[in-house]
Structure formats: C-alpha cells, structure tokens
T-cell receptor, first 115, second 116 residues
Framework: DGGITQSPKYLFRKEGQNVTLSCEQN?????MYWYRQDPGQGLRLIYY???????QKGDIAEGYSVSREKKESFPLTVTSAQKNPTAFYLC??????????????FGPGTRLLVL | GDSVTQMEGPVTLSEEAFLTINCTYT??????LFWYVQYPGEGLQLLLK?????DKGSNKGFEATYRKETTSFHLEKGSVQVSDSAVYFC???????????????FGQGTILTVHP
C-alpha cells in the first residue's frame, strides 16, 4: 500500500533534549512538509522540501531542523531551543497535477509531549 | 497575506440533518481550495478540492463550490451520519506567481458532532 507513515505515534521529550520525528512516503512525491497543530487551531507550516538536499523555512521554523537526504524521507528534529514543543506534528507530501496545481496528503501524525 | 475563515463551532446535528460549514478566504489570484477532515487522534484526510472558479468538489456525499465572486468554499452535505463526526478544515494553496509547491493556509477548524 502506498502512503505516508510517521513514527512514533507518541513521543516524550525531557528538558534540554533533542528528539527526532520520522516521516516516510512511498508515493514518489517530490515535495514534503511538516506542520504543527495546536489544540483548537489550524495547522502551521514548520519546514518544507521540494527536492532532495533542499528545504525552506515555513512560518514557525525556530527551534526545529530538518534534512532531506532521500526522496522518501523527511525527518524533523525538535531541538531544545523550541520552548513550547507540545503539539501534534503532521507530515505531508504532495503531487502536482498536469495543470501544475498541487495537492497535499497527510500522514497519521506524531503527538509530542514534554515530561 | 492569505487567510481562511471558517464558521465558529462546534456544530451539533441530528442524524440525517443538512450540513453547511461556511468558509471564506482572502488570497491573491486564483488559489486552490480544499476541505480536509480529521477524526480524533488521526491525521488529516483530503475530503474534496477545487482548483478553479465554479468548480465543484465532491466526495462521500459532501460538496463544495469554488465561488470567486464571494470568495467562498462552503461545505455541504444533504444528510449527515454519526460517522461524519469529526473536525473539518478549510484550506487554500496560493498559486500566485506560478508557485508550484508551498504551504497550505488553514482555517481554525469546525468541530461537527452528529447524534443518532
């Protein structure tokens, strides 16, 4: 089955610790994204990548880092500099239709909690 | 900048009732418009989309029409079921300047609860 997988489902972070969230897709999509969702709010973009070895900051990139060494994988590291990391993190990937319009598809999410 | 405004929730309906969730947007040019649905503890699922004015997106009995003149993309369903209980997000993707990839701008979400 093609799809987007995220792991782990739940992640706990201690003070001063960096943690890495995994996102993998086997859809052969070029672009991948990380969004953050806080309770009662919409999603906000953290980082995105259009091609391997290239990525751009989104609206709330501070305290986060990413890499894109393979087309299928786009891990997100939440660093100790992110002072309020408790949230639901969603990875997405996208495909462009023949007219150039993009559609993003989402993974199941990782819930990050601070101990 | 781009923005999406959804009707305030939560919305509570009885089974088989008619559903409307309002969504209006502000964007430059002709964005693509989407409705996503999120069930408790899960990620977002694409419900439907429209990429140009007057397009109607439809899926699973839900419909929404891209209205450029009113900058709206209201979600409707003629007869809701208990299984439709979820959070619904309206979103837009700017296509200004020939942008291929980029962020989705989301509304704040509308909680729908359907009672038997």
């Amino acid at each position: 089955d093609g799809g987007i997988t995220q792991s782990p489902k739940y992640l706990f972070r201690k003070e001063g610790q960096n943690v890495t969230l995994s996102c993998e897709q086997n859809l052969n999509h070029d672009a991948m994204y990380w969004y953050r969702q806080d309770p009662g709010q919409g999603l906000r973009l953290i980082y995105y990548s259009q091609i391997v070895n290239d990525f751009q900051k989104g609206d709330i990139a501070e305290g986060y880092s990413v890499s894109r060494e393979k087309k299928e994988s786009f891990p997100l590291t939440v660093t100790s500099a992110q002072k309020n990391p408790t949230a639901f993190y969603l990875c997405a990937s996208s495909i462009r239709a023949s007219g150039g319009r993009e559609t993003q598809y989402f993974g199941p999410g990782t819930r990050l909690l601070v101990l | 900048g781009d923005s999406v405004t959804q009707m305030e929730g939560p919305v509570t309906l009885s089974e088989e009732a008619f559903l409307t969730i309002n969504c209006t947007y502000t964007a430059t040019g002709y964005p693509s418009l989407f409705w996503y649905v999120q069930y408790p503890g899960e990620g977002l699922q694409l419900l439907l989309k429209a990429t140009k004015a007057d397009d109607k997106g439809s899926n699973k009995g839900f419909e929404a029409t891209y209205r450029k003149e009113t900058t709206s993309f209201h979600l409707e369903k003629g007869s809701v079921q208990v299984s439709d209980s979820a959070v619904y997000f309206c979103a837009l993707k700017s296509n200004a300047g020939g942008t291929s990839y980029g962020k989705l701008t989301f509304g704040q979400g509308t909680i729908l609860t359907v009672h038997p």
